[in-house]
């Protein structure tokens, strides 16, 4: 199965997004996947989350600039680069402890993206 999944990151189908951190933090830690093309996603996964087709889009939107997430105790937020924090969110505000733990990173860039206007709206990303 590992060989199959490396010959869809190598063929650009899949993409492998890191937990920010250390080398060795972030060999140990989860990985996640992103797909090139939602639409093989909803095949593989269904088309009940829609929070996830989300963040796959943003993903998609942001990928060139190599993205990383951010993880403190069990709490995540979406993607980290540069000086960018962004989490993605679909129908839904940052509330509770995510939104501590968003506040509280120092990045001087930092945006919840929602709805369509992230991809219409940003031409600096």
Wanted: hydrophobic share 35%; net charge positive.
């Amino acid at each position: 199965m590992q060989t199959y999944i490396g010959y869809f990151v190598e063929t650009y189908l899949f993409f492998i997004v890191e937990q920010e951190g250390k080398l060795n933090e972030r060999i140990k830690a989860n990985k996640k996947f992103y797909c090139a093309d939602v639409g093989v996603k909803n095949v593989l996964h269904g088309y009940k989350d829609l929070g996830s087709v989300y963040e796959n889009l943003v993903f998609l939107k942001i990928k060139h600039k190599k993205p990383r997430y951010y993880k403190k105790g069990d709490v995540e937020i979406d993607f980290t680069f540069d000086d960018w924090l962004i989490e993605a969110k679909f129908g839904q505000e940052l509330e509770g402890k995510q939104k501590t733990v968003f506040e509280s990173v120092k990045k001087k860039k930092k945006l919840v993206a929602q709805g369509v206007s992230f991809f219409t709206n940003r031409k600096e990303i």
